[in-house]
C-alpha cells in the first residue's frame, strides 16, 4: 500500500470520537430543540444548575469546559425565558450567582429524565462491564 493512502480516517480516533458524538446526541438534541427552543450549550448550562445548584458563569464554563462568551450567551438565553435567575455577589460585585428558577427546574427534571432514558438506550446492546469501560475510557481520554 502506497504510504500516501495508508491513513485510515474512519478509524483516526478524533474522526471517530467526533462521529460517535454526533450521532449519539442528535436524538437528544430535538428533543431540548423541539421542547424548549434550547441550544446545546443552553441545555448544558441548565443541567449543570440542576446538578450542582447555584453556581457562576464562570464556575460552569470551568465544570463544562465551555469558552466564557458561549457560556454568557446560554445564561442570557435562559435569563430571557425565566428558566433561571441572576443575583450580585454582594462581596464582588462584578460576579454573579445563577440559580434556576421554578420554570428552569421543571426543564431540568423533564430533560434529565429523557437523558437518562436516552443513556440507557445507547447502551442496551452493551454489557455492563462495557459499558463501564466505554464510560471509563472516554473519561480519560476527556482528561
Known sequence: MDKKHDFDLQLFLPYLLNQ????????????????????RTEWRVL??????????????GQR????KTKISRAVQKLAERRFLQ?????????SEHLELTAAGLAAYRDL???AQE??????RDLSEEEVATLRRLLQRLAG
Open 112 to 114: 434529565r429524565a429523557v
Open 47 to 60: 443541567f449543570h444548575l440542576g446538578i450542582y445548584g447555584r453556581m457562576t458563569a464562570t464556575e460552569i
Open 20 to 39: 460517535a458524538a454526533e450521532e449519539s446526541s442528535l436524538a437528544f438534541q430535538r428533543v431540548y430543540k423541539s421542547r424548549y427552543g434550547m441550544l
Open 64 to 67: 463544562a469546559r465551555t469558552h
Open 86 to 94: 441572576r443575583s450580585r455577589d454582594e462581596s464582588d460585585r462584578r
Open 118 to 123: 436516552y443513556d440507557a438506550a445507547l447502551v
